[in-house]
């Protein structure tokens, strides 16, 4: 048997298959992938496993059915896809699927107990690309083991981040809910543009313009609608509140000075950009060697899974995909508000807020 | 240590005051522009035409509407990157391999790759001067000047930038056209060439205004010649002294007299202190002069890096060490003395790590530089000094990371109040951790276009400014 530790243990650490050093070891993740692995932080009493190797897939599974882990933390693209098929439509490339939801909170349908299946890059794609394992380790490696960390205390999973995104406003509800904003102290915002097809004479010339607005004062509940959700007249009140907000409450948003901010004031609202705060400048002075995407963000500060594919194929005739612009616009918000107070912890513990 | 400059507030105030920059705009002579573009045009044409009879070819660039004439001789698009490639090899040229951009590197690429960018053309015109590859260089700067620069879309004759504070590793800002499609990056705009300059010379100052450049002397030199504990240098530095000229005439055993500005071995000295203050390797070096169109080997560069060495054995024995050490023995971490922090990911303990080093000994000279203008801008557009600023009539139009464009009303008053104003806003005394202290003077041109600036004395008086202002040619 490959596997090393006990079954019974709740944190496991599952890889594809095993190598040839693994085979002439008689261990999997032998060798210097097992002093790697020491220096991760990984529970103590953990179980790793392969997949396949010297037992089946099938066995794989009848295994985890029965000792039930709360925790897998899954190494390698092949065995997130392994685990968690869902990730895999629409995905091409070597490591589409890994370059989307690593370090994402994960659940496989091949398993009926609660669980937690954290995907991240394996040991010799890290090995590669060392700046790549200071992320995986301190990201992804550490996100499994906190919510291992509050099982073995709690013996339950910490719940996924519940949030509320309403999007299906009637006009006065709207307007309520706007003129509520207008006592925050800080407001998260968010726009979604559309665009002409690809195919049309005009793409390369037009930007596109706002069809959603979406808002949140809290991390756990946003707010979207369209513009074509109402009609003209029942826009104007609406502007107008949308016009208080932009020009007296502080805003937040995501790379929002260079994107946000300039289609808003093309749409004629005046902005109170001295107020307002970019989620992607503060992570520039935070830490300048990563990427500052909202996904990478979102992968690094919060525990919502990957989503930003919620976000594409929208088509403006289709009510469904519609709502589901809106959710996304809506969580986009509320992504945002959480980086936002999880920077500004950061910021004032490194005294450069 | 001090308490750091470089913040979050710091950042968020500067890209504020940068949207009220980028909303200006440079002022452009359109009929100027228009001249320019027919000229590129049938430069174009020329070059197209020279190469197809050199080669006997229809030598055309971009998409083609018609199909050539049954009898026609083979065409090539010569910017089609494949055909251009496999047309070379069939003409028997051996094409180079090109190392990865930085962008390429950045997308995980490291092999190096046959290529015909233009590093590669220039590679193999030294191998074989061959006089179509010259002109081939010469249509690729021609397209370039004009799908970025010539081409790009005006607002009522205006050229507009969006600048991005946290578009850089290092802070500096980077520029990019308006998401609108307005506009392109102001920071880089071609300068050395023939092109280049006639292309800023359409960049012209509105009615009544005239352009104040304002530019830190020798400006990352100053935090390298602090980080290597070189005084003798920082001294040479304060008191004037040319000391490209000084290493030049070191390497290639000359006459200080002797080196003159425009000369070969004036370049190189130039060239080759920026390449061991960062630790550029010598094939890196041969390929950064090539793309500069000089042809200098390989063994050429290592002889010069060796001879600057040399000269100035703290670069690389101090400043060099006390990257390394920060790096390797303090948790990774490089802070400059503003504040600016930058965790290395990816150093490995007993790996080479060239590639970091490059990075790293590069970034706190560049953060220093670009975060002394950022703090500058931020006193001039929305501080201490832009109140000031505004009485004077002048405004700020950009930046270009070691120094400033504004535009300003054309009489001596107004400009003199507008150096008095930036020499304040740059002093400032910047502190390293060995205790040697800087403060990076600034230098000045006014002109009312950008390819007609002329050069004011340091500290110049307002006597000074008028006769220069005077010397100046409207447009």
């Given at each position: 048997?490959?596997?090393?530790?006990?079954?019974?243990?709740?944190?496991?650490?599952?890889?594809?298959?095993?190598?040839?050093?693994?085979?002439?070891?008689?261990?999997?993740?032998?060798?210097?992938?097992?002093?790697?692995?020491?220096?991760?932080?990984?529970?103590?009493?953990?179980?790793?496993?392969?997949?396949?190797?010297?037992?089946?897939?099938?066995?794989?599974?009848?295994?985890?059915?029965?000792?039930?882990?709360?925790?897998?933390?899954?190494?390698?693209?092949?065995?997130?896809?392994?685990?968690?098929?869902?990730?895999?439509?629409?995905?091409?490339?070597?490591?589409?699927?890994?370059?989307?939801?690593?370090?994402?909170?994960?659940?496989?349908?091949?398993?009926?107990?609660?669980?937690?299946?954290?995907?991240?890059?394996?040991?010799?794609?890290?090995?590669?690309?060392?700046?790549?394992?200071?992320?995986?380790?301190?990201?992804?490696?550490?996100?499994?083991?906190?919510?291992?960390?509050?099982?073995?205390?709690?013996?339950?999973?910490?719940?996924?981040?519940?949030?509320?995104?309403?999007?299906?406003?009637?006009?006065?509800?709207?307007?309520?809910?706007?003129?509520?904003?207008?006592?925050?102290?800080?407001?998260?915002?968010?726009?979604?543009?559309?665009?002409?097809?690809?195919?049309?004479?005009?793409?390369?010339d037009h930007p596109g313009c706002i069809y959603t607005y979406g808002f949140a004062a809290s991390p756990l509940r946003g707010i979207s609608f369209a513009v074509n959700d109402f009609t003209v007249e029942e826009l104007i009140p609406i502007y107008k509140e949308l016009a208080y907000l932009f020009a007296h409450v502080p805003q937040v948003g995501q790379n929002y000075f260079n994107f946000d901010a300039k289609f808003i004031q093309a749409a004629g609202f005046r902005m109170c950009l001295e107020k307002c705060f970019d989620t992607r400048i503060r992570h520039h002075i935070l830490w300048p060697s990563l990427g500052h995407s909202l996904q990478f963000m979102t992968r690094?500060?919060?525990?919502?899974?990957?989503?930003?594919?919620?976000?594409?194929?929208?088509?403006?005739?289709?009510?469904?995909?519609?709502?589901?612009?809106?959710?996304?616009?809506?969580?986009?918000?509320?992504?945002?508000?959480?980086?936002?107070?999880?920077?500004?912890?950061?910021?004032?513990?490194?005294?450069?807020? | 240590?001090?308490?750091?400059?470089?913040?979050?507030?710091?950042?968020?105030?500067?890209?504020?005051?940068?949207?009220?920059?980028?909303?200006?705009?440079?002022?452009?002579?359109?009929?100027?522009?228009?001249?320019?573009?027919?000229?590129?045009?049938?430069?174009?044409?020329?070059?197209?035409?020279?190469?197809?009879?050199?080669?006997?070819?229809?030598?055309?660039?971009?998409?083609?509407?018609?199909?050539?004439?049954?009898?026609?001789?083979?065409?090539?698009?010569?910017?089609?990157?494949?055909?251009?490639?496999?047309?070379?090899?069939?003409?028997?040229?051996?094409?180079?391999?090109?190392?990865?951009?930085?962008?390429?590197?950045?997308?995980?690429?490291?092999?190096?790759?046959?290529?015909?960018?233009?590093?590669?053309?220039?590679?193999?015109?030294?191998?074989?001067?061959?006089?179509?590859?010259?002109?081939?260089?010469?249509?690729?700067?021609?397209?370039?000047?004009?799908?970025?620069?010539?081409?790009?879309?005006?607002?009522?004759?205006?050229?507009?930038?969006?600048?991005?504070?946290?578009?850089?590793?290092?802070?500096?800002?980077?520029?990019?056209?308006?998401?609108?499609?307005?506009?392109?990056?102001?920071?880089?705009?071609?300068?050395?060439?023939?092109?280049?300059?006639?292309?800023?010379?359409?960049?012209?100052?509105?009615?009544?205004?005239?352009?104040?450049?304002?530019?830190?002397?020798?400006?990352?030199?100053?935090?390298?010649?602090?980080?290597?504990?070189?005084?003798?240098?920082?001294?040479?530095?304060?008191?004037?002294?040319?000391?490209?000229?000084?290493?030049?005439?070191?390497?290639?055993?000359?006459?200080?007299?002797?080196?003159?500005?425009?000369?070969?071995?004036?370049?190189?000295?130039?060239?080759?202190?920026?390449?061991?203050?960062?630790?550029?390797?010598?094939?890196?070096?041969?390929?950064?002069?090539?793309?500069?169109?000089?042809?200098?080997?390989?063994?050429?560069?290592?002889?010069?890096?060796?001879?600057?060495?040399?000269?100035?054995?703290?670069?690389?024995?101090?400043?060099?060490?006390?990257?390394?050490?920060?790096?390797?023995?303090?948790?990774?971490?490089?802070?400059?003395?503003?504040?600016?922090?930058?965790?290395?990911?990816?150093?490995?303990?007993?790996?080479?790590?060239?590639?970091?080093?490059?990075?790293?000994?590069?970034?706190?000279?560049?953060?220093?530089?670009?975060?002394?203008?950022?703090?500058?801008?931020?006193?001039?557009?929305?501080?201490?000094?832009?109140?000031?600023?505004?009485?004077?009539?002048?405004?700020?139009?950009?930046?270009?990371?070691?120094?400033?464009?504004?535009?300003?009303?054309?009489?001596?008053?107004?400009?003199?109040?507008?150096?008095?104003?930036?020499?304040?806003?740059?002093?400032?005394?910047?502190?390293?951790?060995?205790?040697?202290?800087?403060?990076?003077?600034?230098?000045?041109?006014?002109?009312?276009?950008?390819?007609?600036?002329?050069?004011?004395?340091?500290?110049?008086?307002?006597?000074?400014?008028?006769?220069?202002?005077?010397?100046?040619?409207?447009?």
């Open positions: 048997m490959l596997s090393t530790g006990s079954a019974e243990y709740k944190f496991w650490v599952v890889v594809d298959k095993p190598d040839e050093r693994d085979w002439a070891a008689g261990e999997i993740c032998s060798g210097s992938v097992k002093y790697e692995l020491s220096k991760w932080g990984l529970p103590f009493k953990r179980y790793t496993t392969p997949i396949r190797g010297d037992e089946t897939p099938e066995a794989f599974l009848e295994k985890a059915r029965k000792h039930e882990p709360a925790v897998i933390l899954a190494l390698g693209e092949s065995t997130l896809r392994k685990l968690c098929p869902q990730v895999s439509s629409g995905t091409k490339g070597t490591n589409s699927a890994l370059d989307k939801w690593a370090g994402s909170l994960l659940v496989s349908p091949l398993l009926q107990h609660p669980h937690y299946v954290v995907p991240t890059y394996d040991v010799p794609e890290l090995w590669a690309n060392w700046a790549e394992r200071d992320l995986a380790v301190s990201i992804d490696v550490a996100r499994a083991c906190e919510e291992f960390a509050w099982y073995s205390v709690h013996s339950t999973l910490k719940p996924l981040p519940a949030r509320e995104f309403i999007t299906n406003h009637t006009h006065a509800e709207l307007l309520e809910e706007l003129r509520a904003l207008r006592n925050a102290a800080l407001i998260s915002v968010d726009i979604e543009t559309i665009r002409t097809t690809k195919s049309t004479k005009i793409f390369k690094q500060y919060t525990r919502e899974p990957y989503y930003k594919d919620e976000g594409k194929g929208f088509m403006p005739r289709n009510e469904k995909l519609k709502h589901r612009l809106k959710r996304y616009n809506a969580l986009d918000c509320c992504a945002t508000l959480e980086i936002y107070i999880e920077q500004e912890r950061e910021l004032q513990e490194r005294g450069i807020a | 240590m001090n308490a750091p400059l470089i913040t979050s507030t710091y950042e968020h105030e500067l890209q504020y005051a940068y949207s009220r920059i980028e909303r200006r705009g440079i002022l452009f002579n359109e009929s100027a522009l228009a001249e320019l573009r027919t000229r590129i045009a049938e430069r174009s044409s020329e070059i197209l035409k020279d190469i197809s009879t050199a080669w006997n070819i229809d030598a055309y660039m971009g998409a083609r509407a018609k199909r050539a004439a049954k009898n026609a001789p083979p065409s090539l698009n010569v910017a089609s990157t494949q055909k251009l490639m496999e047309f070379l090899r069939n003409a028997g040229i051996k094409l180079p391999k090109i190392p990865p951009t930085k962008a390429q590197k950045d997308r995980g690429m490291s092999e190096h790759r046959e290529s015909v960018n233009e590093l590669a053309l220039r590679k193999i015109y030294a191998a074989t001067s061959l006089p179509e590859i010259k002109l081939l260089l010469e249509l690729r700067e021609l397209k370039t000047i004009s799908s970025r620069y010539v081409e790009a879309t005006l607002v009522d004759s205006v050229y507009l930038s969006n600048y991005d504070v946290a578009g850089t590793k290092t802070g500096r800002r980077s520029a990019r056209e308006i998401i609108f499609g307005y506009g392109g990056n102001a920071q880089n705009w071609p300068k050395h060439s023939e092109l280049g300059e006639k292309y800023r010379a359409c960049a012209i100052a509105r009615p009544g205004m005239i352009f104040v450049n304002v530019d830190q002397k020798g400006a990352e030199e100053w935090p390298v010649n602090a980080l290597a504990r070189n005084e003798s240098a920082l001294a040479e530095q304060r008191a004037g002294v040319n000391r490209h000229r000084k290493l030049a005439a070191f390497i290639f055993m000359k006459n200080v007299e002797d080196i003159l500005k425009s000369s070969i071995e004036y370049y190189l000295g130039k060239k080759s202190r920026h390449a061991n203050n960062y630790g550029m390797q010598p094939p890196r070096m041969s390929d950064s002069l090539a793309a500069e169109g000089y042809a200098v080997s390989v063994e050429k560069c290592a002889e010069i890096l060796r001879r600057v060495h040399e000269y100035d054995p703290s670069v690389r024995n101090v400043f060099h060490a006390y990257v390394q050490k920060c790096i390797s023995e303090n948790g990774r971490m490089l802070r400059t003395p503003l504040g600016r922090e930058r965790l290395f990911f990816g150093f490995r303990q007993n790996s080479p790590n060239y590639d970091l080093w490059n990075d790293a000994y590069s970034w706190i000279p560049q953060s220093v530089v670009g975060d002394n203008t950022g703090l500058s801008v931020r006193e001039l557009e929305i501080g201490r000094f832009a109140n000031a600023l505004r009485a004077t009539g002048a405004y700020i139009l950009g930046d270009s990371h070691d120094s400033v464009l504004f535009e300003c009303p054309a009489n001596a008053e107004s400009v003199h109040k507008v150096l008095l104003l930036a020499a304040e806003a740059f002093n400032r005394d910047i502190i390293f951790d060995s205790g040697i202290t800087i403060n990076i003077p600034i230098e000045a041109d006014i002109g009312y276009s950008l390819g007609a600036l002329k050069t004011l004395p340091d500290g110049a008086t307002l006597e000074q400014v008028c006769e220069k202002l005077s010397s100046c040619e409207r447009t």
